[in-house]
Protein backbone atom coordinates (compact mmCIF):
# COMPACT_ATOMS: atom_id res chain seq x y z
CA UNK A 1 0.00 0.00 0.00
CA UNK A 2 1.16 3.40 -1.12
CA UNK A 3 0.21 5.31 2.07
CA UNK A 4 2.04 3.35 4.76
CA UNK A 5 5.73 2.80 3.93
CA UNK A 6 6.98 3.99 6.90
CA UNK A 7 4.09 3.02 9.84
CA UNK A 8 4.59 3.91 13.43
CA UNK A 9 2.36 2.42 16.21
CA UNK A 10 2.20 3.61 19.93
CA UNK A 11 2.90 1.28 21.91
CA UNK A 12 0.42 1.56 25.71
CA UNK A 13 2.66 0.31 28.93
CA UNK A 14 0.14 -1.70 29.99
CA UNK A 15 -0.02 -5.40 30.80
CA UNK A 16 -2.49 -6.12 28.45
CA UNK A 17 -0.44 -4.41 25.27
CA UNK A 18 -0.66 -7.47 23.38
CA UNK A 19 -4.16 -7.39 23.41
CA UNK A 20 -4.94 -3.91 22.85
CA UNK A 21 -2.61 -4.07 19.47
CA UNK A 22 -4.46 -7.21 18.15
CA UNK A 23 -5.73 -5.83 15.57
CA UNK A 24 -2.29 -4.54 13.97
CA UNK A 25 -1.55 -8.73 13.47
CA UNK A 26 -4.40 -8.41 10.03
CA UNK A 27 -2.89 -5.50 8.88
CA UNK A 28 -1.23 -6.94 5.45
CA UNK A 29 0.05 -3.81 4.37
CA UNK A 30 2.35 -3.65 7.15
CA UNK A 31 4.59 -6.67 4.96
CA UNK A 32 5.77 -3.90 2.77
CA UNK A 33 6.27 -1.24 5.54
CA UNK A 34 8.87 0.31 7.45
CA UNK A 35 7.29 -0.61 11.24
CA UNK A 36 8.68 1.58 14.27
CA UNK A 37 7.07 0.48 17.76
CA UNK A 38 7.70 3.50 19.88
CA UNK A 39 6.52 3.46 24.23
CA UNK A 40 7.25 6.92 25.88
CA UNK A 41 7.99 6.69 29.49
CA UNK A 42 6.83 9.43 31.62
CA UNK A 43 9.52 11.67 33.06
CA UNK A 44 8.72 13.91 36.18
CA UNK A 45 10.54 16.99 37.03
CA UNK A 46 10.59 18.13 40.40
CA UNK A 47 12.00 21.69 41.29
CA UNK A 48 13.71 21.22 44.61
CA UNK A 49 14.19 24.72 45.46
CA UNK A 50 15.02 28.07 43.76
CA UNK A 51 17.80 28.37 41.80
CA UNK A 52 18.80 24.87 42.37
CA UNK A 53 18.89 22.12 39.65
CA UNK A 54 15.48 20.34 39.32
CA UNK A 55 15.31 16.47 39.86
CA UNK A 56 14.05 14.74 37.27
CA UNK A 57 12.76 11.18 37.66
CA UNK A 58 13.48 8.23 36.79
CA UNK A 59 17.22 9.46 37.51
CA UNK A 60 19.66 8.87 34.81
CA UNK A 61 21.00 5.73 36.21
CA UNK A 62 17.55 3.81 36.62
CA UNK A 63 16.68 5.00 32.37
CA UNK A 64 18.78 2.04 31.32
CA UNK A 65 16.97 -0.58 33.42
CA UNK A 66 13.97 0.84 32.59
CA UNK A 67 14.79 0.85 28.81
CA UNK A 68 16.23 -2.39 28.65
CA UNK A 69 12.67 -3.82 30.03
CA UNK A 70 10.94 -2.27 27.83
CA UNK A 71 13.05 -2.64 25.05
CA UNK A 72 12.65 -6.65 25.55
CA UNK A 73 8.55 -6.03 26.01
CA UNK A 74 8.08 -4.45 22.48
CA UNK A 75 10.77 -7.07 20.77
CA UNK A 76 8.22 -9.72 22.46
CA UNK A 77 5.46 -8.01 21.10
CA UNK A 78 7.07 -7.57 17.48
CA UNK A 79 7.27 -11.26 17.55
CA UNK A 80 3.93 -11.86 18.68
CA UNK A 81 1.54 -9.31 16.28
CA UNK A 82 3.74 -8.73 13.25
CA UNK A 83 4.25 -10.17 10.23
CA UNK A 84 7.08 -12.44 9.59
CA UNK A 85 8.70 -9.72 7.09
CA UNK A 86 8.21 -6.98 9.07
CA UNK A 87 9.75 -8.16 12.20
CA UNK A 88 13.17 -8.20 10.21
CA UNK A 89 12.89 -4.63 9.74
CA UNK A 90 10.99 -3.83 13.00
CA UNK A 91 12.39 -0.42 14.10
CA UNK A 92 11.88 -0.96 18.31
CA UNK A 93 12.37 2.49 20.64
CA UNK A 94 12.23 3.22 23.76
CA UNK A 95 11.66 7.28 24.21
CA UNK A 96 11.81 8.85 27.56
CA UNK A 97 9.79 13.07 27.90
CA UNK A 98 7.69 14.82 30.08
CA UNK A 99 4.90 14.69 27.96
CA UNK A 100 4.27 11.43 26.28
CA UNK A 101 1.99 12.54 23.69
CA UNK A 102 4.51 15.67 22.23
CA UNK A 103 7.27 13.65 22.84
CA UNK A 104 6.00 10.85 20.48
CA UNK A 105 4.52 13.14 17.85
CA UNK A 106 8.06 14.84 17.58
CA UNK A 107 9.16 11.49 16.84
CA UNK A 108 6.74 10.56 14.26
CA UNK A 109 7.54 14.18 12.12
CA UNK A 110 11.43 13.23 12.65
CA UNK A 111 11.18 9.52 11.04
CA UNK A 112 8.74 11.40 8.39
CA UNK A 113 6.18 8.22 8.82
CA UNK A 114 3.01 8.45 6.73
CA UNK A 115 0.92 6.42 8.94
CA UNK A 116 0.07 6.41 12.47
CA UNK A 117 -1.46 3.21 14.59
CA UNK A 118 -3.14 4.04 18.06
CA UNK A 119 -4.44 1.76 20.45
CA UNK A 120 -7.38 3.12 22.67
CA UNK A 121 -9.85 1.75 25.93
CA UNK A 122 -13.52 1.76 25.33
CA UNK A 123 -14.21 5.15 26.67
CA UNK A 124 -16.41 8.41 25.23
CA UNK A 125 -17.43 9.26 22.05
CA UNK A 126 -14.73 8.83 18.63
CA UNK A 127 -11.56 9.80 20.32
CA UNK A 128 -11.42 7.47 23.04
CA UNK A 129 -8.16 9.11 24.77
CA UNK A 130 -6.76 12.61 24.88
CA UNK A 131 -3.33 10.27 23.35
CA UNK A 132 -5.67 9.29 20.24
CA UNK A 133 -7.20 13.01 20.39
CA UNK A 134 -3.84 14.50 20.45
CA UNK A 135 -2.30 13.07 17.62
CA UNK A 136 -5.06 12.95 15.21
CA UNK A 137 -4.81 16.93 16.01
CA UNK A 138 -1.18 17.51 15.61
CA UNK A 139 -0.20 15.18 13.02
CA UNK A 140 -0.79 15.34 9.20
CA UNK A 141 0.23 11.52 8.89
CA UNK A 142 -2.80 8.98 8.46
CA UNK A 143 -4.02 7.68 11.59
CA UNK A 144 -5.16 4.08 11.66
CA UNK A 145 -7.10 4.18 15.99
CA UNK A 146 -7.95 0.59 17.06
CA UNK A 147 -10.77 0.56 19.46
CA UNK A 148 -10.76 -1.96 22.04
CA UNK A 149 -13.56 -2.86 24.78
CA UNK A 150 -11.11 -4.26 27.40
Known amino acids: MKFAKKVVIAVPLTDNMSQMLEGVRGME ?22 GEVPLV ?10 EESIMERLKQLSTDILPAQAKERAVIQCLFGENAK ?7 EKVKADTVVVATRKKRDFFESSFAHYVTKHLDADVIILKNHL
Open 57 to 66: YPIIEDRKKI
Open 102 to 108: ETFCDYV
Open 29 to 50: FLKESEVHLISVFNTINYAVGL
